[in-house]
């Protein structure tokens, strides 16, 4: 099951963003259920990230979002998380 997730940090969080960065990034090669990924931009500043995981449900991804290094340091303002449907590419 895909689920895309979209955070948006708080505001004035980039620092937080940038000091959890290689502790996400860590995460989503450790865990192995990262389809894609990259962050939201505001020109070239990040705001927040699109996440779509490949998990066995919503409650495996609502596990790996409470897990994710950049939830634990408070940085995102709303997590949605969403059923994808892969159509192109």
């Known amino acids: 099951m895909l689920i895309a997730l979209i955070a948006r940090d708080k505001p004035g969080a980039l620092q937080t963003r940038k000091d959890n960065r290689a502790a996400h990034l860590a ?4 865990t192995g259920k990262v389809f894609q990924a990259g ?6 500043d990040m705001i927040g990230s699109l996440v779509i995981l490949d998990v066995n449900d919503m ?3 609502q596990a790996w979002a ?4 950049y939830a634990k340091a408070g940085l995102f303002e709303q997590v ?3 059923p994808w449907k892969k ?3």
């Not at 962050?39 to 070239?44: S, V």
């Open 27 to 30: 995460y989503i090669e450790e």
């Open 39 to 44: 962050p939201l931009l505001d020109g070239e």
């Open 80 to 82: 949605e998380l969403i």
């Open 59 to 61: 409650d495996e991804a």
């Open 66 to 69: 409470a897990g994710d290094p």
């Open 87 to 89: 159509v192109i590419g």
